[in-house]
C-alpha cells in the first residue's frame, strides 16, 4: 500500500504552516512534504514532526527568488556559488527534519542552451556530492511547461539520461505523474520503466491538479501498479484541494492511519 505524504503547501492551507502538521496527522497521514520550509526554524518544523509522529518526506532546495520569478538557480550561468550556499542551508533542514530525499529545481532556462546545461550538470553533480555526504538522494523533476513557462528540465528523457550519464548513485528521479501525463502520458509503463531510477513519486489529478479521484486518470490502477512494482518511497499528494482539504480526503481514507 502506498504510504502517503500530504504536501503542506498545497494541502491544509486552512491552517497556518506549523499547524498543518497537526492537521495532517489528523487526518491520518504519516508523512508529510511540502516545497520549502525556510520561513519557519528547523527546530520548530522538528518538533511538530516528532509530536505527530510524521516522517519528513521530501522538500526542496532554496529556489532563488521565488517571488520574483525564479524557479530554482541550477541551471542559471553565475549562480554557482548561491547553489552550493542553498545546499548547506537545505542541509540544516534535513539535519533537524531527518529528510532523506531533497528536489533540486532547475530554474527557467533554454535546455537547449550549452551554457544553461553545463550550469545545470555541474549544479547537480556538486549537490549529490554533497546529500550523499549525509546519505541524502537528491531528485531531479521535469515540469510541463504549461504550469512553469521556461523550466529548463521538461522531459522526463532528458533526466532519464542525466541520470544515466551521471551515474550518482544518490540522483533519482522525482516522478510527478502528473508532470508526466502532461508532458509524455503512457504513465504506467514509465513507472515500470524508470522506477528503478525513481526517488519520490508525486500526485494530482489531470488536467485540474486536484484530488486524485477523477478526470483523465485511473489512479486506483497506478496504485496497485506502484504496490505491484514494489515502489518502497512516498507518494507525495501534490494537489490543490478543490474544497476544503478534509471534504475531499475521502479517497485517502482506505490509507489513512487510523
Ligand atoms: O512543481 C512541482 O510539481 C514540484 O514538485 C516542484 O517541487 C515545485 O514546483
Ligand atoms: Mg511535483
Redesign the pocket.
Known amino acids: 500500500m502506498p504510504v502517503f505524504a500530504a504536501n503542506l503547501t498545497m494541502m491544509f492551507n486552512e491552517w497556518s504552516f506549523l499547524d498543518r502538521f497537526d492537521a495532517a496527522a489528523e487526518a491520518g497521514f504519516t508523512a508529510v512534504e511540502y516545497l520549502f520550509p525556510y520561513e519557519a526554524p528547523p527546530e520548530a518544523i522538528a518538533e511538530r514532526l516528532a509530536r505527530n509522529g510524521l516522517q519528513q518526506a521530501l522538500f526542496n532546495l532554496p529556489p532563488g527568488d521565488w517571488a520574483a520569478g525564479e524557479r530554482g538557480i541550477a541551471a542559471l550561468p553565475g549562480r554557482f556559488e548561491d547553489v552550493k550556499s542553498d545546499v548547506e542551508r537545505a542541509l540544516d533542514y534535513a539535519a533537524a527534519t531527518g529528510v532523506q530525499r531533497l528536489?533540486l529545481m532547475a530554474g527557467l532556462a533554454d535546455p537547449s542552451d550549452e551554457r544553461a546545461t553545463a550550469c545545470y550538470r555541474r549544479s547537480v553533480a556538486h549537490a549529490a556530492g554533497r546529500l550523499a555526504e549525509k546519505g541524502i538522494d537528491l531528485l531531479i523533476?521535469p515540469?510541463n511547461g504549461r504550469n512553469m513557462p521556461g523550466y529548463f528540465l521538461n522531459d522526463f528523457g532528458i533526466a532519464e539520461r542525466l541520470i544515466d550519464e551521471l551515474a550518482l548513485a544518490n540522483l533519482k528521479l522525482?516522478f510527478?505523474i502528473?508532470?508526466r501525463q502532461i508532458l509524455h502520458g503512457d504513465v504506467a509503463m514509465a513507472l515500470r520503466q524508470l522506477l528503478p531510477v525513481t526517488g519520490h513519486i508525486?500526485i494530482a489529478s489531470v488536467p485540474s491538479r486536484h484530488e486524485p479521484d477523477g478526470e483523465e486518470l485511473n489512479y486506483p490502477y497506478l496504485f496497485e501498479e506502484i504496490d505491484r512494482l514494489g515502489y518502497a518511497g512516498f507518494v507525495?499528494c501534490?494537489y490543490t484541494p478543490r474544497g476544503g482539504t478534509l471534504d475531499g480526503l475521502a479517497w485517502f481514507k482506505p490509507f489513512a492511519r487510523s
Open positions: 528536489h523533476e515540469i522525482q510527478d502528473y508532470h508525486q507525495g501534490e
